[in-house]
């Protein structure tokens, strides 16, 4: 089953990659590159998920083999029929996969063409990804057969009759590994906030390491020392079905150490890769409001490009057809006695030009009166309460800036932090350059096109791209006469790797939720066959319906939640780190979107369990 | 008073073949009795204790146990009767695994939430009436099967129910255990006046019970009450069992002489 998934979301994947009309797209080589990526991933983890299933199943069939031993079988003759029935399920599911796949890979087109923003993207059939997918997945198959054949070589006959009653629950875990799992982990945690708050980059790398050991440990020794001095303590564990359940974490966590410890990271990656998606998404929603100016051009007062640029931009602005408002600045430099650093000087006219195109309220100062500009959402509460006395030291301008404009009017990667407005007398009174002569760009011209389609306005400009971009080769780290953005050509950038990203983790994570789930229903239904005897007993003794339920949902809980609550913790903690780092670069608070993301994924693990439960429960009774 | 009765019970079992595994069979158990039901394979031994054990449902006929029928009673009260008034004795033992002896034996009283002082209490009077003190805090699985045995007749008996069903309590164990276990079996009976039915295929077994029923395809066969010397009953029994196997003595597992 869920080989035949993986089967049909690979093949999906690699329709898409194969696509004509993809390759030309504007996606071009990242895209390409980030699908074989996820593809390559995809196909580890089928080959690693089929490996485990394979040998759980054959776990569960190891009594029917040890007949057939017995009747004189050969061990050719079996590894022949092992291998056989591998290749049968693997044929299968790749042939329903595939059917599956293509049947859906229209709707998933139409999917990609709304994220993708593409016109149209038509289903076609070529014999490229079907070849690529039955290729990959038959040798995955032959390897996995190969492999499991090997590994069942090594048991005993005797053993394998013994029908495998032999169950060692008694647990052997030392309280100092206990300590070193919990250590281990907190220290990870501690090191995710030290990071995020020194951006230490260096020391990330050792997160994921101690995480990894740590969980591992906890898994391995800290949770059966905790159940054994649960179980120590009689009054607390001969009551009910305490004494049940105890036990059988006992057992299930001896057993299930590794299939936890995979799960959890398994699902811990699954949960940040959402998270990352989440968080693009914010910030592609937050991009609008950071960024309100369609074009910006920035240049020197001795730009020789400056009037070349700004008329070829309009006439391309017309050309689309689309309408815009040109407002043009000349920012000063100054120094503030405030602070002693410089501080950029917009005249209030100039402004107010920009803001009535904006329809935002005009600015009414008078002299001596200065207003901030913000440069972020953050900068905008920071600045809100507070009240500056300063002096434009070159001029002897006295200034008292007393408030900040209510809305994010210029990008942040356009005026510095320190920015403010002054009115029009005062700046007539700016003639004397900063004092500092290193400074760059003492005073610049700033033209601003308002466009309200924004993002239609990708293709304007691109010769003075190309023409930047020639410069810096050229002239070697020399700072250019000019800056040009625009938010338009940036958004469909962010857009592009955004819905790149979305394409592999949401194929990453539903096969790693997928496999997270079906591992755990794996390991149940290889133990299926005693667990139903254990509550055959248990009937006859005496246990009530609503009991076994109980009983069968205490079986089941930590199962499912213990490895994907510890997944939680740990991703928890990645976002805030990354959290802490991503507000020093992007500044965009993702804390909503991850929150969402996990409530989400805690749904479709209750939903998950129910399920599980009910197929459980039903076989238990049958 | 008998404490169980069984009265014209029929159990067919409807299928592809239509199968009649019990035959209108009655008979009475008093109180204290020790009573083995004997037959060949096939005669409806184990059929009979399932329905006893209130497992299966009889097709007609009813059951008595202690004055009521548990066949009335909905599925929780019979659980809660299980739990209460029967103790089980498995051929295999099934012990749980992953619980030490003791707290295998103690198993059904704290399903029954029994406070922790009443459970050790009777953990104690039990452990020291099976003399289990030597295995108590091992795993079934490190264990001698007489050893396992006695730990199930323990948490068959901690409950102190009216009834106690074995089924084939002998069938796995080597001669010695097997005369332990009887000798365990038959010391309960007498001391506690506990009821139990034995169902077994061995004349041994069944030469330790004060009478033994046989029953041969679902129907009542025969019974016979204990004599004074335990060699003489065993002949009573080899007996009837031959008449049982139509003069062919070759229904009977093999005898082993004390």
Known sequence: MASFFSVAVFFIYSMLMFHPDIERGILGEVSLIGMVGAEVVLVLFTLFFLYYSMSAFLEARSHEFAILLHLGMERRQMNKLVFLETMIIGSASIIVGIIFGFSFSKFFFMIVREILHLDKLPLYVSWQPFLLTIGVFTSAFVVISFISVYFTRERKLRDLIKESAYLNSDSTYSKKRAVYGIALILSAYVLAFVVSNTSLIGLSLLIPLSAAFGTYYFFSDTVPCFIDKARGKREYHWQRYRLLSLAEQTHIMKDNVKMFFVVTMVSTMAFLSVGVLATMSSYTTQYDRLNPLGLVYKGDVDNPYERNHINSLRIQLEEKGLSYHLSRFVVVKQTSSFTNNEVEVFRESDMNVLLSSFSYPLLDLSSGQAVFIPYSEESLKKLKNKVVHTVLEENAIPLTIDSVYPKIVFPGSIVSVNSIVISDEDFARLIKPIADQDVLQPTYHLFTFYIPQWIESKDIGQDIDELTASQSIEKKGKFSPYYFENAGLNYSYILATYSLFTLVGVLVASVFLLAAGSFVYFKLHASLEREKRKFDVLKRMGLTDTELKKLVNRHLFPQFFLPWGVAMMHSAFAFIMVQGILKDIANISIVKEVFFAFGFFVLIQVIYFYLIRWRYISHIRS | ?258
């Open chain 2, 1 to 258: 008073m008998p404490i169980l009765q069984i009265k014209d019970v029929t159990k067919v079992y409807e299928g592809k073949v239509t199968h009649r595994a019990l035959n209108q069979l009655s008979f009475d158990v008093e109180e204290g009795e020790f009573l083995a039901v004997m037959g060949p394979s096939g005669s409806g031994k184990t059929t009979l204790l399932n329905i006893i054990s209130t497992i299966d449902e009889p097709t007609s006929g009813e059951i008595i146990v202690d004055g009521m029928n548990p066949h009335m009673l909905n599925a929780t009260e019979l659980a809660y009767f299980r739990r209460r008034q029967l103790g089980f004795v498995f051929q295999d033992f099934n012990l749980l695994h992953m619980l030490t002896v003791e707290e295998n034996i103690v198993l059904p009283l704290t399903l029954d939430q029994q406070p922790l002082e009443v459970i050790e209490e009777r953990l104690a009077s039990i452990v020291e009436k099976l003399d289990l003190n030597s295995f108590l805090h091992k795993r079934p699985n490190e264990i001698s099967g007489g050893q396992a045995q006695r730990t199930a007749i323990g948490r068959a008996l901690i409950h102190n129910p009216s009834l106690i069903l074995a089924d084939e309590p002998t069938g796995n164990l080597d001669s010695n255990s097997s005369r332990d276990v009887l000798e365990l079996l038959t010391k309960v009976n007498q001391d506690k006046q506990t009821t139990i039915v034995m169902v077994t295929h061995d004349p041994i077994a069944a030469s330790y019970c004060d009478r033994v029923l046989f029953i041969k395809d679902g129907e009542f066969f025969n019974e016979i009450y204990k004599d004074d010397r335990r060699q003489m009953f065993f002949q009573r029994i080899l007996n009837v069992l031959s008449l049982l196997g139509g003069g062919q003595v070759g229904d009977l597992s093999t005898i082993r002489l004390p």
